[in-house]
């Protein structure tokens, strides 16, 4: 358009991966340029971003955020580009100050949204947390990476994973095998975020010594457990019995995270949520605190976000 001023920006790559920065096949770069309607080039150690100078200016923003990433060794998608450029609330930086190192698997996992850097601190901060929303937001995959950490660095000795199974009663009894294989394909997520934080010689070089425990909520009666990272998931499937249960087994020297989906109860009519109950009955109690996800916090494919959006808003017709 004739009299428009273009401009040529540069943002220093100093000390980043570039290939983290670029992505796959120029993905993130491309991104950045479609977002904010500018081009987008790298050379040498630097960003060139061309085009109106408030688009630019706002690429600018976007592209430090990406830079401060990659210099954290921290992968990011075309679809966290999208989520950089959409938080304007924090000057740019580190996405999220405690960044969990997992050097076994040489990667590092670093809270993508505000959201999830304030459930990671609140992690860090209290005995018992309770993590509610949407699918996607990382509720359950931040919790274990923070309790693969805390195991490294010898914080805990043991780290116990559990989850309510709905149907591993009478209607799993025609299924071969023993009762831990009947419930193993409810326990199979725990065991998928469990393989991406540790290789999996010593995933199962801690299973077999019962360092790492990943069972039933059932399986918990009667148990305490000290200097141990306990992780209750798909919480709202736990009857209140079962949540008091669960809660009351917190030992000395040990940190309980507790997830779960209000929008996914799975139990009989007649069955109330014990993750309701506890939201009811212990907010204000020193050393619990309840972190509430949004679909903002959603991490997947961008159109889980839109799919969450349009169920909240409908109206059941």
């Known amino acids: 358009m004739t009299g428009t001023t273009l401009v040529t920006q540069k943002v220093s790559t100093e000390g980043a991966d570039l290939l983290t920065l670029a992505g796959v096949n120029d993905a993130n770069l491309i991104e950045l340029g479609r977002i904010h309607g500018v081009r987008v080039g790298m050379r040498g150690e630097a960003l060139t971003l061309a085009g109106d100078p408030q688009a630019v200016d706002r690429a600018i923003n976007t592209a430090q955020r990406m830079v401060e990433a990659a210099r954290q060794r921290a992968s990011f998608t075309a679809d966290d580009v999208l989520r950089m450029s959409e938080d304007t609330s924090v000057e740019p930086g580190p996405l999220d100050p405690a960044r969990i190192a997992l050097p076994g698997v040489k990667r590092v996992v670093q809270a993508k949204t505000p959201g999830q850097a304030e459930y990671l601190q609140k992690i860090a901060d209290h005995d018992i947390v309770i993590g509610i929303g949407p699918a996607g937001t990382g509720k359950t995959y931040l919790a274990v990476a923070a309790a693969v950490d805390a195991l490294m660095r010898k914080r805990v000795k043991r780290i116990v994973l559990a989850r309510p199974a709905v149907e591993a009663g009478e209607s799993l009894g025609f299924l071969p095998g ?3 294989a009947k419930v193993d394909p409810y326990l199979r997520p725990l065991y998928d975020a469990l393989d991406e934080m540790m290789p999996p010689e010593r995933v199962i070089k801690a299973l077999e010594t019962r360092v790492i425990e990943i069972a039933p909520l059932a399986f ?4 305490t457990l000290s200097d141990a990272f306990v992780i209750l998931d798909e919480a709202q499937n736990a009857t209140n019995a079962q949540m008091k249960m669960f809660l009351t087994r917190l030992g000395v020297s040990s940190k309980i995270v507790i997830t779960g989906d209000k929008t996914q109860i799975d139990l009989p009519a007649r069955e109330q949520s014990g993750l309701m109950q506890v939201e009811r009955i212990l907010p204000g ?15 997947r494919h961008r159109l889980v976000r839109d799919i969450i959006r349009a169920y909240a808003h409908d109206s059941g017709n």
């Open 178 to 180: 023993d009762m831990q």
């Open 220 to 223: 918990m009666r009667g148990r």
């Open 285 to 299: 109690v020193e050393g619990i605190s309840f972190h509430y996800f949004s679909e903002a916090d959603v991490v």
